[in-house]
């Protein structure tokens, strides 16, 4: 029986438990530092699914997450109007400091799924505070930045999102690299669909999705998105789909980058990153991935 533990019971971490629940993929441990919280949506949770053959728990005690197969990590502080994710990084990394070891003092061979921002630096600090091998630790956002890439592509287009496929990678701030080389819509480059004033302004709008969403909503962020992100790399994992998507690795010299983590495409199944993909980049695309890179770097924090 596959267990899935959410730490942070904010509004990622409760909607990731109801749309596992939904799935019937697995037991659920929804746990928060603040008492009764995950409890009550726990409770609220067991009742709207009471059909469900999956089981909800909802805690204080990192006791309770033992044996899971992999814990998300979506703790933190959000980001408010006018913020930036790197802003989130001083308040945000004492939390992973302190939840990864009582993670793995009763998960030893869980992967751990990082979703708090900034992205890629809390992803990296989880690398370097747990020791796990990278193949196991990964971060949610290559996803949820491709698929606002690909709703603004339908958008612009009027087709179904279903047709479209597209791909982001890089940092998820205002440097991602949205890939229009390798987005399609029913193996149709979007080339050949849209002007490059019209790709040009998706790619930048993309990259503001995250903030155009925080903008509008003055008091919180993101949610139904980032937790469908998330709920699409745990299928992939739970039913060792090894399916290709973009997620926030430590890299090791792939695309000529070391000691950070960066979005780029894998193979993601039941082991967790199967392989690293590496794309035929241009020299352009890899500039922009580099740049990319130095604007994580100042981020990264030693454990």
């Known amino acids: 029986m596959s267990k899935v533990s959410i730490v942070g019971a904010g509004n990622v971490g409760s909607t990731l438990a109801l749309r596992l629940l939904q799935a019937n993929l697995c037991d659920v441990v929804l746990l928060d530092v603040v008492a009764g919280k995950p409890q009550g949506l726990s409770l609220d949770l067991s009742q709207a699914e009471a059909i469900a053959r999956w089981r909800i728990h909802g805690t204080n005690d990192y006791r309770d997450t033992a044996d899971s197969d992999v814990v998300v990590i979506?703790?933190?502080?959000?980001?408010?109007?006018?913020?930036?994710?790197?802003?989130?990084?001083?308040?945000?990394s004492e939390i992973v400091r302190s939840a990864v070891p009582q993670i793995l003092s009763v998960s030893p061979s869980a992967i751990l799924l990082v979703v708090t921002n900034p992205l890629d630096a809390i992803t990296y600090l989880t690398c370097q505070v747990s020791q796990l091998p990278r193949e196991r630790v990964l971060g949610m956002a290559g996803v949820l930045d491709s698929a606002r890439f690909a709703s603004f592509i339908a958008?612009?287009?009027?087709?179904?999102?279903?047709?479209?496929?597209?791909?982001?990678?890089?940092?998820h701030n205002d440097l991602m690299l949205p890939l229009p080389r390798y987005s399609s819509v029913s193996g149709v480059p979007i080339q050949?669909?849209?002007?490059?004033?019209?790709i040009a302004a998706i790619v930048q709008r993309t990259r503001q999705?995250?903030?155009?969403?925080?903008?509008l909503l003055q008091t919180g962020s993101a949610f139904f998105a980032p937790s469908q992100s998330a709920?699409?790399?745990l299928e992939?994992?739970?039913?060792?789909?090894?399916?290709?998507?973009?997620?926030?690795?430590?890299?090791?010299?792939?695309?000529?980058?070391r000691?950070?983590?960066?979005?780029?495409?894998?193979?993601?199944?039941?082991?967790?990153?199967?392989?690293?993909?590496?794309?035929?980049?241009?020299?352009e695309e890899i500039s922009q991935l580099h740049i990319a890179a130095q604007s994580v770097r100042p981020n990264t924090l030693p454990a």
Request: aromatic letters at 0%; one cysteine or more.
């Open 192 to 198: 050949e669909l849209l002007s490059h004033e019209a």
């Open 236 to 257: 992939a994992i739970l039913r060792d789909q090894t399916r290709l998507l973009p997620a926030s690795v430590c890299l090791q010299g792939e695309y000529g980058l």
């Open 209 to 215: 999705g995250g903030a155009e969403i925080v903008k």
């Open 74 to 92: 979506a703790a933190g502080v959000a980001r408010k109007p006018n913020m930036t994710r790197e802003q989130l990084l001083q308040i945000n």
């Open 155 to 171: 958008e612009a287009l009027a087709v179904s999102p279903q047709d479209v496929r597209a791909m982001v990678i890089g940092s």
């Open 231 to 233: 709920m699409v790399m």
């Open 259 to 283: 000691d950070l983590c960066l979005g780029v495409p894998i193979l993601l199944n039941k082991s967790g990153i199967k392989r690293i993909v590496q794309l035929h980049l241009t020299e």
